[in-house]
């Protein structure tokens, strides 16, 4: 079975290390909306050990935290589906009032559409590597 997250980053890479990395994904209405994957194809938390899990969870709220510092979104949306892509992998979804779904999922039916265009996202990613470059 073919994966595009064992094939290929699965957004615009922001940092790796050998366990896992975290990419930036372009969604119109959602700047800094970004993944943090596992690099072994595995499905579940449950699949990784407790180090693992501790590992990449450290690497999700760090990325959460970063993300609220740079941008002051009203609100974090931190979400581990894999129902499309069955490789274990985090959305971290900085989320603003005015954005296309707030306040509901932004996999539901949308409420407006998208407002100004998104930000120059270059220095956010630079900060958040440096961030990440700490872990």
Same mark, same amino acid.
């Given at each position: 079975m073919k994966?595009?997250?064992c094939e290929g980053d699965g957004g615009e890479l922001i940092w790796r290390d050998e366990q896992c990395r975290v990419v930036c994904v372009k969604e119109p209405g959602y700047p800094g909306f970004c993944r943090a994957i596992w690099n072994a194809h595995v499905a579940e938390m449950t699949d990784l050990d407790e180090s693992e899990? &501790?590992? *990449?969870m450290r690497v999700v709220f760090e990325l959460e935290a970063g993300l609220r510092e740079l941008l002051r979104p009203d609100k974090i949306?931190? &979400?581990? *589906?894999g129902n499309a892509v069955p490789h274990l992998h985090w959305h971290v979804i900085p989320r603003f009032r005015g954005d296309p779904h707030f306040p509901g999922p932004i996999w539901g039916p949308p409420l407006r559409q998208p407002g100004a265009p998104q930000p120059d996202f270059a220095p956010i990613k630079k900060a958040l590597a440096k961030r990440l470059f700490r872990l």
């Open positions: 994966c595009e997250l899990r &501790a590992r *990449l949306n931190l &979400a581990s *589906l």
